[in-house]
T-cell receptor
Framework: DAGVIQSPRHEVTEMGQEVTLRCKPISGHDYLFWYRQTMMRGLELLIYFNNNVPIDDSGMPEDRFSAKMPNASFSTLKIQPSEPRDSAVYFC???FGQGAGYTFGSGTRLTVV | AQSVTQLDSHVSVSEGTPVLLRCNYSSSYSPSLFWYVQHPNKGLQLLLKYTSAATLVKGINGFEAEFKKSETSFHLTKPSAHMSDAAEYFCVVSDLPGGYNKLIFGAGTRLAVHP
């Protein structure tokens, strides 16, 4: 298995632009998570899905952020409009079952200028 | 609510000496606990996990951790540090009740290994 695949690896965009981050989980995993990592706040859970259904989005910072999982093999995290304070590394992770450890993707480093 | 506290933000050791990264957890039930490692500019990798089986858990790269319920601790150890162990380490607890599979991360401990 290729693991959790995220794209792009790096994204530089101008303030106000729409940004879409993509994630392909490991085949067969039924949970998918989006995390954000910054120096100031560490790792924050933004949202997670179980069987493609959003379960907990309480970590989504504001309405500018949205996430979808149209099928078991694909998820997107969209920021519209983007702001400089959104600059961070965004990780996607997937797991199978409850209490299981996650497999993380390599992350997308987002820079909003 | 479940939480983890990593007692040291930075740990520095010499190559070949033991490593101890400390973690205390708070949970109202028997939790699942994990250690993850993140090398610079990389994603997070699972080192080991405890899920109510043996209290001494062995992981990859010679790391191990012991679950001590009486002390609510899950410290990570390695007998002999290697230069390649320099990274950030996260202690993690799983938020299981209510059907969640939500992992709660500690703030991290940065391990430096000196020659």
């Amino acid at each position: 298995d290729a693991g959790v695949i995220q794209s792009p690896r790096h994204e530089v965009t101008e303030m106000g632009q729409e940004v879409t981050l993509r994630c392909k989980p490991i085949s067969g995993h039924d949970y998918l998570f989006w995390y954000r990592q910054t120096m100031m706040r560490g790792l924050e859970l933004l949202i997670y899905f179980n069987n493609n259904v959003p379960i907990d989005d309480s970590g989504m910072p504001e309405d500018r952020f949205s996430a979808k999982m149209p099928n078991a093999s694909f998820s997107t995290l969209k920021i519209q409009p983007s702001e400089p304070r959104d600059s961070a590394v965004y990780f996607c992770a997937s797991s199978f079952g409850q209490g299981a450890g996650y497999t993380f993707g390599s992350g997308t480093r987002l820079t909003v200028v | 609510a479940q939480s983890v506290t990593q007692l040291d933000s930075h740990v520095s050791v010499s190559e070949g000496t033991p490593v101890l990264l400390r973690c205390n957890y708070s949970s109202s039930y028997s939790p699942s606990l994990f250690w993850y490692v993140q090398h610079p500019n990389k994603g997070l990798q699972l080192l080991l996990k405890y899920t109510s089986a043996a209290t001494l858990v062995k992981g990859i790269n010679g790391f191990e951790a012991e679950f001590k319920k009486s002390e609510t601790s899950f410290h990570l150890t390695k007998p002999s540090a290697h230069m390649s162990d320099a990274a950030e380490y996260f202690c993690v607890v799983s938020d299981l009740p209510g059907g969640y599979n939500k992992l709660i991360f500690g703030a991290g401990t940065r391990l430096a290994v000196h020659p």
